[in-house]
């Protein structure tokens, strides 16, 4: 069966910090991947999503950025955090990119002070 | 721009009553999706339903789809403590979904 983990659960950094966010996908080759913040009590806003290694796609410009290193691995970086940064990220997969299901993973819950 | 919005925003019902939340959506899809949302969660997808079916059921789950309204609903019926949460519809707009802003339900005992 597939899983999908994601660290940390939670994080507190201070304005101005680099971030690193990991998520990984078990029982699964080529998922469709996406990154995902969703501010207090709102929706889900899509940030990133890839289709395979080294294709990111980005859909909101800001001082985000992701990477897939491998083809099960998505991470969600920032060399400087803002104080609207802060939110609860989340990544899930997909088997393709319409028309299915997505797999959420559990979250991060990112406070930025 | 938002593509699903879902009506109400927050709704509290009896433990036992039927619950009941709306998306409409502004552009043509392929298919809508309903997921569950627990509090501090990820989501959990509920159910599909293509552009070419009216309705669909799951459980305790009913979803209806019309494409000329550009609106579903999503029905639970003999709520249950279990199914506070948020709910939010999901429609695929070219090559990735969007979620609607969902409806925050609480059940109460």
């Known amino acids: 069966s597939q899983t999908i983990h994601q660290w940390p659960a939670t994080l507190v950094q201070p304005v101005g910090s680099p971030l690193s966010l990991e998520c990984t996908v078990e029982g699964t080759s080529n998922p469709n991947l996406y990154w995902y913040r969703q501010a207090a009590g709102r929706g889900l806003q899509l940030l990133f999503y890839s289709i395979g290694i080294d294709q990111i796609s980005s859909e909101v410009p800001q001082n985000l950025s992701a990477s897939r290193p491998q083809d099960r691995q998505f991470i969600l970086s920032s060399k400087k955090l803002l104080l609207s940064d802060s939110g609860f990220y989340l990544c899930?997969?997909?088997?393709?990119?319409?028309?299915?299901?997505?797999?959420f993973g559990p979250g991060t819950r990112l406070t930025v002070l | 721009s938002q593509q699903g919005e879902e009506d109400p925003q927050a709704l509290s019902i009896q433990e036992g009553e039927n619950a009941t939340m709306n998306c409409s959506y502004k552009?043509?899809?392929?298919?809508l999706q309903w997921y569950r949302q627990n509090s501090g969660r990820g989501l959990v997808h509920l159910i599909l339903?293509?552009?070419?079916?009216r309705e669909k059921h799951s459980g305790r789950l009913r979803v209806t789809l019309d494409t000329s309204k550009k609106s579903s609903s999503l029905l639970i019926t003999a709520s249950r403590a279990a199914d506070t949460a948020s709910y939010f519809c999901?429609?695929?707009?070219?090559?990735?979904?969007?979620f609607g802003k969902g409806t925050r339900l609480h059940i109460l005992p």
């Open positions: 999901a429609t695929d707009v070219w090559d990735k979904i969007i």
């Open positions: 552009t043509s899809i392929n298919n």
């Open positions: 339903i293509r552009s070419n079916e």
């Open positions: 899930a997969w997909s088997q393709t990119i319409k028309g299915n299901e997505q797999f």
